[in-house]
Nanobody
Framework: QVQLVESGGVLVQAGGSLRLSCAASGRTFSSYAMGWFRQAPGKEREFVAAMRWSGGSTYYADSVKGRFTISRDNAKNTVYLQMNSLKPEDTAVYYC????????????????WGQGTQVTVSS
């Protein structure tokens, strides 16, 4: 049974940094893409960042490019999202996802989702 468990979401001041973790289990993810999405209250879910578990290129939404970094630790089977220079508009529930095929930024590519972790950035 595939499980993605996010953690690390907290209340942080604008300009601060935070690292989210996504612990993956239940299968081998070497051929999968791993993505981070977020959903703010009253808004649609949006793409944040993605990468292939096997490594290589990373992909970012324009709104986070230069501030956020996606990475993974094979030994811990964990994907991270390092978030720097946080802004109030980054406030959202952040979701980790895993999937194969399709565009990295499209949610429908991802067949597995975590439960989400709340990030709140105060001004």
């Amino acid at each position: 049974q595939v499980q993605l468990v996010e953690s690390g979401g907290v209340l942080v001041q604008a300009g601060g940094s935070l690292r989210l973790s996504c612990a993956a289990s239940g299968r081998t993810f070497s051929s999968y893409a791993m993505g981070w999405f977020r959903q703010a209250p009253g808004k649609e879910r949006e793409f944040v960042a993605a990468m292939r578990w096997s490594g290589g290129s990373t992909y970012y939404a324009d709104s986070v490019k230069g501030r956020f970094t996606i990475s993974r630790d094979n030994a811990k089977n964990t994907v991270y999202l390092q978030m720097n220079s946080l802004k109030p508009e980054d406030t959202a529930v952040y979701y980790c996802a895993a999937g194969v095929g399709g565009s990295y930024s499209e949610g429908r590519r991802y067949g597995y989702w975590g439960q989400g972790t709340q990030v709140t950035v105060s001004s």
